[in-house]
């Protein structure tokens, strides 16, 4: 079975602190991966994808991979309350059928930025 | 409108009631997707087209029907639902599935389905 392992939380941040979220995936094969928010009665939001093994940065946010370690990371800088919210780990997996690749989902990180 | 829409938002019906969600993407992408989401678990993928091809169907049971008439519209028939059915019910799409690296997907706002 192909996971995607994200610590549930919650965890609590102060405002302006640096809020780490991580997430570890088993499938090797893996070339996609992606960061979504979802606050709560909402819909999930695609806020980082990243393909390269390194950091990526756009505005407060920094995905890191390491696909030798299967490791992924989401960054957030000068965290703010309206941070606080569920993130998801996406990764491009070998799908259930076993036919194609297809996005898996960790349970999500409940983060909470506290002001 | 703009994105992924859902209608309806909210749905409450009877375990012997027939009823069906809609999904309409505007992004001009060829796969759409249905997820279910239970709280305090992942999303579940249920089904996914590709140019208005099943292509996968994650082992979920029969009394779940999707229909894909094109490659911006998906519904979801439901038909003789069980309690545990209730949860959120997400449409994605994305702009190419298959072996590709690239699966960038962005999700409709959910049906919130309660089943009594």
């Known amino acids: 079975q192909k996971e995607v392992e994200q610590n549930s939380g919650p965890l609590s941040v102060p405002e302006g602190a640096i809020a780490s979220l991580n997430c570890t995936y088993s499938?090797?094969?893996?070339?996609?991966f992606f960061w979504y928010r979802q606050y709560s009665g909402k819909s999930p939001e695609l806020i980082m994808s990243?393909?390269?093994?390194g950091d990526k940065e756009d505005g407060r946010f920094t995905a890191q991979l390491n696909k030798a370690s299967q490791y992924v990371s989401l960054l957030i800088r000068d965290s703010q309350p309206s941070d606080s919210a569920t993130y998801l780990c996406a990764v491009n997996m070998i799908s259930f059928s076993g036919s194609a690749r297809q996005l898996t989902f960790g349970s999500g990180t409940q983060l909470t930025v506290l002001p | 409108e703009t994105g992924v829409t859902q209608t309806p938002r909210h749905l409450v019906m009877g375990m012997t009631n027939k009823k069906s969600l809609k999904c309409e993407q505007h992004?001009?992408?060829?796969?759409m997707y249905w997820y279910k989401q239970s709280a305090k678990k992942p999303l579940e993928l249920m089904f996914v087209y590709n140019f208005k091809e099943q292509t996968e169907n994650n082992s979920v049971p029969s009394r779940f029907s999707p229909e894909c008439p094109n490659s911006s519209h998906l519904f979801l028939h439901l038909h003789t639902l069980q309690p545990e059915d209730s949860a959120l019910y997400l449409c994605?799409?994305?702009?190419?599935?298959?072996?590709?690296?690239?699966?960038?997907?962005?999700f409709g706002p959910g049906t919130r389905l309660t089943v009594l």
């Open positions: 992004l001009g992408h060829n796969a």
């Open positions: 994605a799409s994305s702009p190419v599935t298959s072996g590709g690296a690239l699966n960038e997907q962005f």
């Open positions: 499938d090797r094969g893996s070339q996609s």
């Open positions: 990243i393909y390269s093994n």
